[in-house]
């Protein structure tokens, strides 16, 4: 098992940065493949961009490249997005998702994923 708790949501205004974690306790948390989802009001949960195992290879939505990062802590148990240039269009329930049996197929799909956050809201509003 894996709990997922994240933080760091809040509102913002367009063109702001802002930067949300995602805290693993249970299992390791060095043995699974993370990723943030995010979901608007009225609309489908999207992948927002994962990171695999080692933290070395890392993979985005279109809609957030160039503009977010993701990056792990293993030591911390810890996952981090960073978002910069924030858009209203980004405004979301932000929640993070760790699966051990992903592999590139099949990381954007919400399906593949054991273990989810309650999520943090994201509003970027002037």
């Known amino acids: 098992q894996v709990q997922l708790v994240e933080s760091g949501g809040g509102l913002v205004q367009p063109g702001d940065s802002s930067k949300l974690s995602c805290v693993a306790s249970?299992?390791?948390?060095?043995?699974?493949?993370v990723s943030w989802f995010r979901q608007a009001p009225g609309k489908e949960r999207e992948f927002v961009g994962g990171?695999?195992?080692?933290?070395?290879?890392?993979y985005y939505a279109d809609s957030v490249k160039g503009r977010f990062t993701i990056s792990r802590d293993n030591a911390k148990n810890t996952m981090y997005l960073q978002m910069n240039m924030l858009k209203p269009e980004d405004t979301a329930l932000y929640s993070c998702?760790?699966?051990?049996?992903?592999?590139?197929?099949?990381?954007?799909?919400?399906?593949?994923?054991?273990?989810w956050g309650q999520g943090t809201q994201v509003t970027v509003s002037s």
């Open positions: 998702a760790a699966g051990s049996r992903l592999i590139l197929s099949s990381l954007r799909s919400a399906n593949a994923y054991d273990y």
């Open positions: 249970g299992n390791t948390f060095r043995g699974y493949t």
């Open positions: 990171i695999f195992r080692s933290g070395t290879n890392t």
